[in-house]
């Protein structure tokens, strides 16, 4: 079974600084498999990137993901402040694994 | 747009079942391409896939849950259920419905989630 591992755990950074989180692989994975959510606090995940790198309909392009194997990473290149919330990746092999997740806080 | 909406008991005794339905706005359950899936995230914790099921009815199921878990469908009401039994204390979490993209398997759409609490 694949472990997904997310990195950091916390993230803390200002409005308007670039935000890369990671997700590491315990195995090579397939990247049509990769997807990133944000869930704020008392709501429900919203996914915002499918396949490691496509984003889900509405998402602001300020939004990528990135990687293949073993690495995916998703960036914020310019926070805003609706945007501090937590991060989870996930996977398909050979069901649907979620890490642990990262959460974007204001430093 | 789809639209999700848990309902279900929120408070339910250690070893009794614990029974959720998600009804799915419009005709959307009947979509080729789809299935209908329950998460689950404890309190303060990480997101925990527990199955989902085809509009045909074929589940699939998160191996450390199977011995307790049951999803069914029924399509003339536009809902889909959980059920799991033999529940403990650290089954008390969030529950969400979503409907998975079956080509690369993401969760498009959420419900808003309801919590249940395990507990005498």
Redesign the interface.
């Known amino acids: 079974e694949i472990v997904l591992t997310q990195s950091p755990g916390t993230l803390s950074l200002s409005p308007g600084e670039r935000a890369t989180l990671s997700c590491r692989a315990s195995q090579t994975v397939s990247d049509t498999f990769l997807a990133w959510y944000q869930q704020k606090p008392g709501q429900a995940p919203r996914l915002l990137v499918y396949g490691a790198s496509n984003r889900a309909t509405a998402i602001p392009d300020r939004f990528s993901g990135s990687g293949s194997g073993t690495d995916f990473t998703l960036t914020i290149s310019r926070l805003e402040p609706e945007d501090f919330a937590v991060y989870y990746c996930q996977q398909y092999d050979p069901f649907p694994i979620f890490g642990g997740g990262t959460q974007v806080e204001i430093k | 747009q789809l639209q999700l909406q848990e309902s279900g008991s929120r408070l339910v005794k250690p070893s009794q079942t614990l029974s959720l339905t998600c009804v799915v706005s419009g005709n959307f359950i009947n979509s080729v391409g789809y299935s209908w899936?329950w998460i689950r995230q404890p309190p303060g914790k990480?997101?925990?896939?527990i199955g989902y099921i085809y509009h045909t009815g074929s589940t699939?199921y998160?191996?450390s849950l199977k011995s307790r878990v049951n999803i069914a469908v029924d399509k003339s009401k536009n809902q889909f259920s959980l059920r799991l039994n033999s529940v403990t204390a650290a089954d008390t979490a969030v529950y969400?419905c979503?409907r998975?993209?079956m080509v690369?398997?993401?969760?498009?759409f959420?419900?808003?989630?309801i919590l249940v609490t395990v507990s005498s």
Do not use: C
């Not at chain 2, 990480?46 to 896939?49: D, I, R, T, V």
């Not at chain 2, 690369?104 to 498009?108: A, E």
């Not at chain 2, 959420?110 to 989630?113: A, R």
């Open positions: 899936s990480g997101l925990e896939w699939y998160n191996p969400y979503a998975v993209e690369q398997v993401y969760f498009d959420w419900g808003q989630g």
